[in-house]
T-cell receptor, first 112, second 109 residues
Framework: GESVGLHLPTLSVQEGDNSIINCAYS??????FIWYKQESGKGPQFIID?????DKRQGQRVTVLLNKTVKHLSLQIAATQPGDSAVYFC???????????FGAGTQVVVTP | EADIYQTPRYLVIGTGKKITLECSQT?????MYWYQQDPGMELHLIHY???????EKGDLSSESTVSRIRTEHFPLTLESARPSHTSQYLC????????FGPGTRLLVL
C-alpha cells in the first residue's frame, strides 16, 4: 500500500553542524506534508509544514524541501543544538478531512 | 503552542478494568484524533471525529471506543483492559494541522 518512510532510523550529528533528515513518500495525491519533533515522554510537536505547490519553506533554523518528482521530503536543521535531540516524524496529509500518515521516525542524537 | 490536554499522563491498571482516557482542547477544532504509539515507533490512527456526534475507526484496529458529545472533549474508553493494550495513547485536534497532546502512557498488568 501507499506509505511514508524514512531513510535513516538514527542520525548522529555534532553540535553546531547542520542536520538533514530525509523522508520518502509514495502517495502522489498527498498535498500537504508536516514535520513533527517528539521528545521522550512527550507528544509530537509541530515544526514546519509545506504544501505540494511549494518546493521549499523556511522557518526558524529549519527548512523543509519537497521534491515531488522523486517523492522526497527533507528537513534541514541549521546549527544543531542539544535541544534538537528527539525523534523526527514526517507525515503526509491524505484526503479532505485531514488524515495523516506517519513515517517510522528518525532519532536525532546531538553530540558535543 | 496548542491547547490540548490529556489525563491521566500515566496509568497502571490491572487486567479487566474499565478505563477512560480523557482528551480536551480549547481551540474549537472540529476534528479530533486518537493515535496509538509504541516506544520509538510510528503513530497509528485508531479513532477520529469530524465533529460532535461523529466518530470513525482509524487504520489500526482497536478494542477501544470513543465518543464526541462536545466539541472540546473526545474521551477514549477501554471496557476491559488487557496487557496487549499497554502503549502510549496520543490525542490530537486540528482545523488543518494536527496538534498533539502530551499523551497517556498506559500499562496493563
Amino acid at each position: 500500500g501507499e506509505s511514508v518512510g524514512l531513510h535513516l532510523p538514527t542520525l548522529s550529528v555534532q553540535e553546531g553542524d547542520n542536520s538533514i533528515i530525509n523522508c520518502a513518500y509514495s502517495n502522489s495525491a498527498s498535498d500537504y506534508f508536516i514535520w513533527y519533533k517528539q521528545e521522550s515522554g512527550k507528544g509530537p510537536q509541530f515544526i514546519i509544514d509545506i504544501r505540494s505547490n511549494m518546493d521549499k519553506r523556511q522557518g526558524q533554523r529549519v527548512t523543509v524541501l519537497l521534491n515531488k518528482t522523486v517523492k522526497h521530503l527533507s528537513l534541514q536543521i541549521a546549527a544543531t543544538q542539544p535541544g534538537d535531540s528527539a525523534v523526527y516524524f514526517c507525515a503526509e496529509n491524505i484526503g479532505s478531512w485531514g488524515k495523516l500518515q506517519f513515517g517510522a521516525g528518525t532519532q536525532v542524537v546531538v553530540t558535543p | 503552542e496548542a491547547d490540548i490536554y490529556q489525563t491521566p499522563r500515566y496509568l497502571v491498571i490491572g487486567t479487566g478494568k474499565k478505563i477512560t482516557l480523557e482528551c480536551s482542547q480549547t481551540m474549537g477544532h472540529d476534528k479530533m484524533y486518537w493515535y496509538q504509539q509504541d516506544p520509538g515507533m510510528e503513530l497509528h490512527l485508531i479513532h477520529y471525529s469530524y465533529g460532535v456526534n461523529s466518530t470513525e475507526k482509524g487504520d489500526l484496529s482497536s478494542e477501544s471506543t470513543v465518543s464526541r458529545i462536545r466539541t472540546e472533549h473526545f474521551p477514549l474508553t477501554l471496557e476491559s483492559a488487557r496487557p496487549s493494550h499497554t502503549s502510549q495513547y496520543l490525542c490530537a485536534s486540528s482545523y488543518e494541522t494536527q496538534y498533539f497532546g502530551p499523551g497517556t502512557r498506559l500499562l496493563v498488568l
